[in-house]
């Protein structure tokens, strides 16, 4: 009989996977319709055959058959696209995607910036920022291996480097493989002996070539002992993508929301978002316990929802990274999307351009929403003047919806918020924020100067400071509007076009 020692019990539409179908020899047929064949290779060692799959783009649930002298073996594997698995399920009595709130749907409740006051990095890796900043899309987006690819701590602790042993030790205990993580190209280097591993080029799903192949759960050597190139290449990518993270909201913090570095931010966070909610709700890739060792997978990852306590089995089990990295991942994750927030609220590019990645987003997270009260009669396509003593910056209306008698909540055209800064130096009233905020200045007399409460900009200036090219805003405030208390050197505020309060006038279409 032949058998299907392993499968993944449910998988994203278009991912790869490792099907091992185990027999006495290699007589094997596999029927798996609607799968596509990347590889397929014969293990003596294994007495398996391994097939390399690709999941079909449509979801469903999917038979695979194998057949071996006249007798078969099936098994079925489930195909889901992220939106299915994001609808909270059951499944072997626990709720799934394992994602807070349990068994609702996700609604988003960020407000406002809550972590800037953090401390900043002193020191910019200005080095990992310029890579990451002038990275295409598609390059970004791939930076985050899939989750399928198995994960691990350590290569080898006991043979060292298949080539030079373990001379390799003297190097960095049991850490020791040189790897370039910007691009993710999967290879590993002894430096000691310079030999590069693996053979094949897992980047291309080059599963197979040459003499010292790891498709993802070692390369085996002659003795049959295991060394885990890919997946501590895959563990070390995970950290540089996580570096990467950090290194954009740095500088972003360090200077201000630059538009394409912030929507850089936020396809990289959508594409971590990605491959998180996906192991919230398919356990069966997450990272796990840390082996002390190098160690071989019994022919693919366990499946924890199985369990007969799968949220028992959760625990310290990591996603993405390894348990012990998670509180300090989370952090970055925190502080970088509350960075580029004022952007990825209302933003409208980068909704279209993670489209392209096959994610279906609606819009914005946010948009530019505010309540008014006392108007009549007002619609999609008018304009209101806000501030009208002020800036009084007109603003389409994309929506009105009527929240009560008086009061109605409006979608504007765009938002309120004009620049965010960090406050330099403070002399009497004027401010000066040490570089330049993205807007003309006089586009800033009037507005308002926000934190936690706000002050009325009278003035702005735009100088040039040496270095010649260099521009910096100082702008002035109003002595008596100004509610800010402890405004500090250091502070980060934002410029922002109106406030609760102010005054709206409404100018309505003549309707016929
Ligand atoms: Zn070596």
Known sequence: MPSIPWRPRVILSGRNFRLPVQATDDNIALTADQFETIATRWCERDTARYYYLRSPQKQGDYTLIATHSGNTEETTIQVRTLDDMRQPHTHNGAQWPRRWPLGQNYQPTKTRQTLQND?????????????????????????????????????????????????????????????????????????????????????????????????????????????????????DQCRAYHAGINALTDSLRATYLDEERTRKLGLMLLRYATEELYLAAVPQFRYGPSKGVEEPWDWGQPDWAEESDPVAALSRKGTIRYSIDTPYLIESLALAYDTAWPLLREDTELVERARAFGLSLQGPEDTCTIDVEGLQDIAAGDRITINSNGRAHSYRIEAAEQLSAHIHRLTLDITSILGRAKVVAIEDNKIDFGFQIPAKSGNLHGTRLQTDDWAVITNAHNSSTWPPGKIRTTITIDPNNNKLQNLSPGTWVQVVDYVIGDPVLFEPLCRG
């Open 119 to 235: 401390p900043r990095t002193e020191r910019l890796n200005e080095e990992t920022i310029a890579w990451w900043s002038s990275q295409p899309d598609h390059v970004l987006w791939s930076q985050l291996p899939p989750a399928e690819l198995p994960k691990a701590h350590f290569a080898n602790c006991h043979q060292g480097c298949p080539n030079c042993g373990t001379a390799i030790f003297k190097y960095s205990g049991f850490y020791p493989w040189e790897r370039n993580h910007l691009p993710c190209d999967f290879k590993s280097q002894c430096p000691n002996c310079a030999s590069i591993y693996p053979s094949n080029n897992l980047i291309k799903e080059d599963y197979i070539s040459g003499e010292y192949a790891d498709d993802g759960y070692g390369y085996f050597d002659a003795e049959g002992h295991i060394y885990l190139f890919a997946a501590t290449y895959h563990r």
